[in-house]
């Protein structure tokens, strides 16, 4: 909003799954609702920022006042944020599928008579890091990392391997709660090393990393 500390600002912001089709019917895809995303672009632009928000097919609907664009593929996703670059700052919240399937068909795969068929998989862009390696990255490249054991070990090695600012890591394990839920505890991993923060609702979490992306831009 008019005001805001973000105001003037740029942010592009990946949300949601990527579907990548087996035939016209059918996908494999991650398990994201879009939640998390969806409430770090409405922080964002509740500071002032513009928002891009780069979206596969959520569970939620996307923020009101913010720039949508919806892609289904990985593919799609990697083209849509190149070309909402520049950006002053990017985060990648979305569950990007790793692979595709290379042999998809371009008519409905047939039960009857065919046997099982036999999908080849394709390894998937990586957004993210491609974000960071671009000569039009983001002075902040904030990543996420959904991890079931070792959080901060893992996802302090993938910082340093993605080469993003920070990743913001969740504790995905099922008994958690957290995947699909309306809660959220993650810790921040910064060139400072590890903040663990308390379990919020997504919204308030997404309130706290907006005011921190906003205190890192200005
Ligand atoms: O490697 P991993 O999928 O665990 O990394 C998660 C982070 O990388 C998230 O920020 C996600 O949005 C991003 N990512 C991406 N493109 C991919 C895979 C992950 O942008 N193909």
């Not at 990527?18 to 409430?39: C, K, L, W």
């Not at 500071?47 to 799609?76: C, H, K, M, Y």
């Not at 700052?89 to 990007?96: C, G, I, K, L």
């Not at 065919?114 to 998937?124: Q, S, T």
């Amino acid at each position: 909003f008019a005001g805001g500390p973000l105001e003037g600002r740029h942010v592009l912001v990946t949300s949601g799954p990527t579907h990548e089709p087996i035939d016209p019917v059918r996908y494999i895809a991650n398990r994201s609702s879009g939640a998390q995303g969806t409430a770090l672009a409405a922080a964002l632009r509740d500071l002032g920022a513009r928002v891009s928000f780069v979206t596969g097919p959520a569970e939620v609907p996307p923020p009101a006042r913010v720039d949508v664009i919806r892609v289904q593929t990985a593919r799609e996703m990697l083209e849509a944020v190149t070309d909402a670059l520049p950006a002053d700052a990017a985060v990648m919240a979305a569950a990007v599928a790793d692979w595709r399937i290379e042999n998809a068909s371009g008519s409905k795969m047939k039960k009857e008579g065919g046997g099982a068929p036999r999908l080849d998989f394709a390894e998937n862009p990586d957004i993210l890091a491609s974000v960071c390696r671009s000569e039009a990255r983001p002075a902040l490249v904030v990543g996420f990392a959904a991890e079931t054991d070792d959080v901060v070990a893992h996802a302090t090695a993938k910082r340093a391997r993605k080469g993003c600012d920070w990743i913001v890591a969740n504790d995905v394990s099922p008994a958690t709660g957290i995947m699909g839920g309306s809660e959220n505890a993650v810790t921040l991993i910064t060139a400072d090393g590890a903040e663990i923060w308390p379990r919020l609702t997504k919204t308030e979490t997404a309130r706290r990393l907006a005011e921190r992306i906003s205190g890192a831009l200005t």
